[in-house]
């Protein structure tokens, strides 16, 4: 297998979990995409995006 077989792999990893509301989870994937390609645009958009809902997520869930 190639890297870019890794590359995508876990990017879609990401795109599940993000899918289904796991936002830790996805962020934690789309971090293992950036350490095999620090350079890819997506990964690190949706990982910043995750991140942010993770964070808001636990806010929320901490102070109810």
Not at 38 to 57: G, I, K, Q
Request: aromatic content about 6%; glycine content about 4%; hydrophobic content about 40%.
């Amino acid at each position: 297998l190639s890297i870019i077989s890794y590359v995508t792999a876990w990017n879609n990893l990401g795109d599940a979990r993000e899918k289904r509301g796991e936002w830790a989870e996805a962020a934690k994937a789309y971090s293992s995409t950036l350490a095999l390609d620090p350079a890819n645009a997506v990964a690190r958009s949706r990982a910043e995006a995750v991140r942010a809902r993770a964070s808001a997520n636990s806010s929320s869930s901490s102070s109810s």
